[in-house]
């Protein structure tokens, strides 16, 4: 079965300093990959997705993720952050095989700006 | 503008009533999803549903029932078999045609148990 595991629960940065959020899948199979932002009390948006092509994948805000195959790896970053991106990311994958269209989750890692 | 709505987006509820979270979506989408999010615990799919009057159970069903009825609808009611119901709910929603499986969300229901 895949798993997803994010392997920070928090993640404290100085504002302006660059971030990676870090992301491991289990699977022998291709898969899609998905990075979501969650602001306090609101639902999730999608940041950026990787199904195939360019290993480096930019999404909205200034993030940016790398599919790392060979390390099962989908790691998030941004060069500078702002005071803005203070909220939980949530990493998922899913296997394009599957008619349920189901997501696995990874637990979040919540990014914290300090001024 | 399409998108994702749930209602209400605060809940409280007295133990052993039941509770029913509206979500409604006018994307045309075909799949539903319901999760269930704790703290620290990410999401956790209670259930889903790929076509109208049908729908599977996902890891965390029990004390908790959906219906579609409709195509644009999906609504999850929380019994009072749910013996830990405090939670934020989030539903979503997808196109199972092409071949992307992202999931669109809603803004979230805050359910809490008085």
């Known amino acids: 079965a895949q798993s997803v595991t994010q392997l920070d629960s928090q993640v404290p940065v100085f504002e302006e300093a660059p971030v990676e959020l870090r992301c491991n899948y289990s699977?022998?199979?291709?898969?899609?990959l998905f990075w979501y932002v969650q602001y306090p009390n609101q639902g999730l948006q999608l940041l950026l997705k990787?199904?195939?092509?360019s290993t480096l994948v930019k999404g909205i805000n200034g993030f940016e993720a790398e599919f790392n195959k060979s390390q099962t790896s989908f790691h998030l970053r941004k060069p500078s952050v702002h005071i803005s991106d203070t909220a939980e990311y949530f990493c998922a994958v899913s296997d394009p095989r599957d008619s349920n269209y189901q997501l696995i989750w990874g637990a979040g890692t919540k990014l914290i700006i300090k001024p | 503008d399409g998108g994702i709505t749930q209602s209400p987006k605060y809940l409280f509820r007295k133990e052993g009533q039941n509770v029913t979270l509206s979500c409604e979506q006018n994307l045309n989408h075909d799949a539903m999803y319901w999760y269930r999010q704790d703290p620290g615990q990410g999401l956790r799919l209670i259930y889903y549903?790929?076509?109208?009057?049908?729908?599977q159970k996902g890891d965390i069903a029990e004390g908790y029932s959906v219906s579609r009825e409709k195509k644009e609808s999906f609504p999850l009611t929380v019994t009072s078999a749910q013996k830990n119901p405090t939670a934020f709910y989030l539903c979503?929603?997808?196109?199972?045609?092409?071949?992307?499986?992202?999931?669109?969300f809603g803004p979230g229901t805050r359910l809490t148990v008085l």
């Open positions: 990787y199904l195939s092509g």
């Open positions: 549903s790929q076509i109208v009057n049908d729908f």
């Open positions: 979503a929603s997808t196109m199972t045609s092409g071949t992307t499986d992202t999931q669109y």
């Open positions: 699977s022998s199979v291709s898969v899609y």
